[in-house]
């Protein structure tokens, strides 16, 4: 294990980072440094491994310059002591008439050739030497520059059987956290996560921060599977919580990862790869890694061309909306129905929800499509309770996503939905899962206030699976708990999800809470949900989410559809 896979200049790290609101950022325009990677190679001393452009136009017309400046004793001596002590080497000399400032790092851990990268620095306005062209000024690590020139310069000197591959990984809800507690404390995250990285990852030639909350690592070595055992590593760094200004915060990250092939020669390309990888890895759900593929570069491309066509279907009214009912289990009534989004692409057919709707969230366009949903949503409420006057009212349950959530226009959103209908907020159910609470507890209390202000009804999705779920139920106002289906497919043969389902409809009964349970497919699970007090059920039991008039057709138009299931729900403990 490479202990210092890193640069450690010794110094206070910078408060420049990439948290800080945009408005903080000093504008910098710079030509990038001429770079010089060079082998320190037993008494033969420095020899030139590769060059970026900038150094190629400084030396083009004075090769023998280059070859002095390698050959300089000093500049051997300054190698040397940087690889020795593991810190950069600041050096300025004259050679052949012409002023060199110089800054020598040891950006690769020394496990075969002792590698340098000499950076050819310009004088800065203050007439000082500006040391920051290579580093990260948050963390002090090797930045995106740096990083793309060690790729090059190890790709140019790999030896036979080598594999080299990179793994980017980048923090699951950093910017919730930017947000929610600041960008002071997402640089103290940022900050501690490049240090315990610096403990070592295995095989790492070096590690660097790319931007943001995206981290980087270059691994070489013999083992077949070194770069999925580096990020391993990297994940596992993540998991003890990170105690922030007081604070607790539980970080997870994804990871992509790219290999170099035996024709890869360039930094751009396993960069390109290994972030089309960590995209595919990010929708997958958290803590997972993907090793690229050429698949994943032509379903990146599809996902592009979906991407273009959702926004075209948002824009031109290209989405619908189908019901699933939801079930009284007393009375087998359907009291409500849960919309959800459905897409017919034109030329695809069907594309399921699985698909477009991460493209949705990645893009940004899951806001302007919740807005679809309310309206649409709450004009089909209005339609029904125009047409069925006699029966008990019905209510419409929407799904809220976490951008929504932290966008800052769902009340207004909501509102202008319910005005827009004519209908009031009482037959509306916002479903909101756990994570889109975690931003900041104090914005999202006063938001549900808000929403409970114009009358909706708000319901806590997935409850069960997140990590602080009990203690959200005494700070917001919830109505409703949805067992997580994961319970519920569980309960015929798994003793924790039967003990699980029954706690959440106690503590609710306690709260005074209503319970729904989603994803029921058999008469089993509906026995033990109504034996266990459960109010309401949804799932393929009763039916699939259908398209408006076809689930007025079916549960509306009679009486009680579900009362076939008398047995069952008969044994409901309130009735």
């Known amino acids: 294990m490479a202990k210092r896979a890193l640069s450690t200049r010794q110094r206070q790290p910078s408060d420049k980072g990439l948290a800080k609101p945009p408005s903080a950022l000093p504008a910098v325009s710079r030509r990038p440094a001429p770079l010089i990677w060079a082998v320190m190679s037993g008494d033969d001393g420095l020899h030139c491994r590769a060059m970026n452009a900038a150094a190629k136009r400084l030396f083009a017309a004075a090769e023998d310059r280059l070859d002095a400046l390698l050959a300089h004793p000093e500049v051997i001596q300054a190698a040397c002591r940087a690889l020795r002590e593991k810190q950069d080497s600041i050096l300025e000399l004259t050679l052949n008439g012409a002023r060199h400032a110089l800054d020598i790092s040891p950006m690769v851990a020394a496990d075969g050739a002792a590698e340098i990268v000499i950076n050819v620095q310009s004088q800065s306005g203050s007439g000082g030497v500006d040391h920051d062209l290579l580093r990260d000024p948050l963390t002090a690590l090797p930045n995106l520059a740096a990083f793309s020139h060690?790729?090059?310069a190890a790709l140019a000197s790999r030896k036979p059987g080598e594999r080299l591959a990179i793994v980017l990984i980048n923090l699951n809800r950093f910017q919730s956290i930017n947000e929610g507690l600041g960008f002071e404390i997402a640089n103290e995250l940022l900050l501690e996560y490049a240090h315990r990285l610096s403990e070592g990852v295995p095989d790492a030639r070096l590690i660097a921060r790319l931007s943001g909350d995206e981290f980087a690592v270059l691994v070489v070595g013999q083992d077949a599977n070194l770069a999925q055992t580096a990020a391993r590593i990297m994940h596992e760094r993540l998991r003890a919580a990170f105690i922030l200004a007081g604070r607790v915060v539980h970080v997870s990250g994804s990871a992509g990862i790219a290999y170099a092939s035996p024709y890869t020669v360039s930094s751009e390309e396993l960069l390109r790869n290994a972030g089309i990888a960590l995209s595919r890895a990010r929708r997958d759900g958290v803590g997972r890694s993907i090793v690229y593929h050429d698949e994943l570069r032509a379903r990146a491309q599809s996902e592009f061309e979906l991407e273009a066509d959702l926004r075209r279907a948002i824009e031109n009214g290209g989405l619908d909306l189908h019901y699933q009912p939801i079930v009284s289990l007393k009375s087998g009534e359907v009291v409500g129905f849960e919309a959800l989004a459905r897409w017919t692409?034109?030329?695809?057919?069907?594309?399921?929800?699985?698909?477009?709707?991460?493209?949705?969230?990645?893009?940004?366009?899951?806001?302007?499509?919740?807005?679809?949903?309310?309206?649409?949503?709450?004009?089909q409420l209005a339609a029904w309770s125009s047409a069925y006057p006699r029966r008990a009212p019905l209510s419409c349950s929407v799904n809220v996503s976490s951008m929504q959530f932290r966008d800052g226009g769902l009340a207004?959103?909501?509102?202008?939905?319910?005005?827009?209908?004519g209908i009031h907020g009482n037959g509306l159910r916002l479903e909101i899962t756990e994570s889109a609470l975690m931003t900041n507890a104090e914005i999202a209390a006063d938001l549900l206030l808000d929403l409970k202000g114009l009358g909706v009804g708000l319901s806590l999705d997935d409850f069960g699976t997140g990590y602080s779920s009990l203690s959200y139920l005494n700070r917001f106002p919830f109505d409703t708990l949805?067992?997580?289906?994961?319970?519920?497919?569980?309960?015929?043969?798994n003793a924790e999800s039967l003990k699980i389902v029954h706690i959440i409809t106690q503590l609710a009964a306690t709260l005074g809470l209503s319970v729904i349970a989603e994803g029921v497919e058999t008469e089993g699970q509906l026995a033990e949900l109504s034996a266990l007090g459960c109010h309401y059920a949804q799932g393929f039991l009763f039916s699939k989410a259908l398209p408006a008039s076809e689930a007025a057709t079916r549960f509306l138009d009679v009486d009680a559809p579900f009362a076939r299931h008398g047995a069952v729900l008969t044994s409901h403990p309130d009735s």
Do not use: M, Q, Y
């Not at 949805?482 to 043969?493: A, M, P, Q, T």
């Open 345 to 379: 692409h034109p030329e695809r057919g069907l594309i399921p929800p699985n698909e477009f709707i991460p493209i949705a969230e990645a893009c940004g366009l899951i806001v302007p499509l919740g807005r679809f949903a309310l309206e649409s949503a709450c004009r």
């Open 482 to 493: 949805k067992v997580d289906r994961s319970f519920v497919h569980d309960l015929g043969s």
């Open 150 to 152: 060690a790729v090059t």
């Open 412 to 421: 207004g959103d909501v509102h202008r939905a319910l005005i827009g209908a």
